[in-house]
T-cell receptor
Framework: GQNIDQPTEMTATEGAIVQINCTYQ??????LFWYQQHAGEAPTFLSY??LDGLEEKGRFSSFLSRSKGYSYLLLKELQMKDSASYLC??????????WGAGTKLIIKP | GAVVSQHPSWVICKSGTSVKIECRSL??????MFWYRQFPKQSLMLMAT?????????EQGVEKDKFLINHASLTLSTLTVTSAHPEDSSFYIC???????????FGPGTRLTVT
C-alpha cells in the first residue's frame, strides 16, 4: 500500500534549526512536496523535489533520497511564526498526492 | 505564483439544506481540481478529483450523490453538499494544478458549520 510517515510533533527553540523527516512508499513516484499549514488555514506550498539532493529556498531547505524513500525539511533561524503543521506529500504514478498526517512544530522563545 | 480562490470562506447552514462552494483558479487554467476535507487536528482527506468537462472521480467512502462536483470550465469547480448534516461540518479545501502538473495550489478553504 501507499504510506507516508512523519513525526506527529516536534519542539524547537527560536533561532535554532530543526529537521522534519518524512519517509514514503508509493506506487510510482513523481515528486515529494512539503506544505506549511497554520491552524485554521489552508496549506501553502513550500517545496517540491523530484531529483535526489538538496533544494534551498531562503531559510527553508528540502532534501530527497529516492532510493531510500526519504525526505526532510530543514528550517533554519526559526521564528515564532514558523509554528505550524508541516505536511509531507508524495505524488504517485497517477499524479495523485499521498499525504502524511503532518508534523506539528512548536517554537519556544 | 498561481492563485486559487474559494467562496464562501465560511458558511453556517441548517441541517437538511444544501450548500455550494466555489473554487476558482484566478490566473491560470486548471484542467484538474481536487476537493479535500479536513477535520480538526487531522490531515487532508482527498474527496474527489474534478476534471473539466467530465464526471468527477470520487475517493472510496465519499458519497457522490451527497457531494456533487461540477467542473464547468477550466477556471471553476463547484462542490455542493446536499442535505447537509452536522457531521458534514468541516473545513473544505480545493486545489488546482498549474499547466506543469507538479505544482498544486490550494484555495484558502471554506469552513462549513451545519446546525
Amino acid at each position: 500500500g501507499q504510506n507516508i510517515d512523519q513525526p506527529t510533533e516536534m519542539t524547537a527553540t527560536e533561532g535554532a534549526i530543526v529537521q522534519i523527516n518524512c519517509t514514503y512508499q508509493t506506487s510510482g513516484f513523481n515528486g515529494l512536496f512539503w506544505y506549511q499549514q497554520h491552524a485554521g488555514e489552508a496549506p501553502t506550498f513550500l517545496s517540491y523535489n523530484v531529483l535526489d539532493g538538496l533544494e534551498e529556498k531562503g531559510r527553508f531547505s528540502s532534501f530527497l533520497s529516492r532510493s531510500k524513500g526519504y525526505s526532510y525539511l530543514l528550517l533554519k533561524e526559526l521564528q515564532m511564526k514558523d509554528s505550524a503543521s508541516y505536511l509531507c506529500a508524495a505524488m504517485d504514478s497517477n499524479y495523485q498526492l499521498i499525504w502524511g498526517a503532518g508534523t506539528k512544530l512548536i517554537i519556544k522563545p | 505564483g498561481a492563485v486559487v480562490s474559494q467562496h464562501p470562506s465560511w458558511v453556517i447552514c441548517k441541517s437538511g439544506t444544501s450548500v455550494k462552494i466555489e473554487c476558482r483558479s484566478l490566473d491560470f487554467q486548471a484542467t484538474t481540481m481536487f476537493w479535500y476535507r479536513q477535520f480538526p487536528k487531522q490531515s487532508l482527506m482527498l474527496m474527489a478529483t474534478s476534471n473539466e468537462g467530465s464526471k468527477a472521480t470520487y475517493e472510496q467512502g465519499v458519497e457522490k450523490d451527497k457531494f456533487l462536483i461540477n467542473h464547468a470550465s477550466l477556471t471553476l469547480s463547484t462542490l455542493t453538499v446536499t442535505s447537509a448534516h452536522p457531521e458534514d461540518s468541516s473545513f473544505y479545501i480545493c486545489s488546482a494544478n498549474t499547466a506543469e502538473p507538479y505544482e498544486q495550489y490550494f484555495g484558502p478553504g471554506t469552513r462549513l458549520t451545519v446546525t
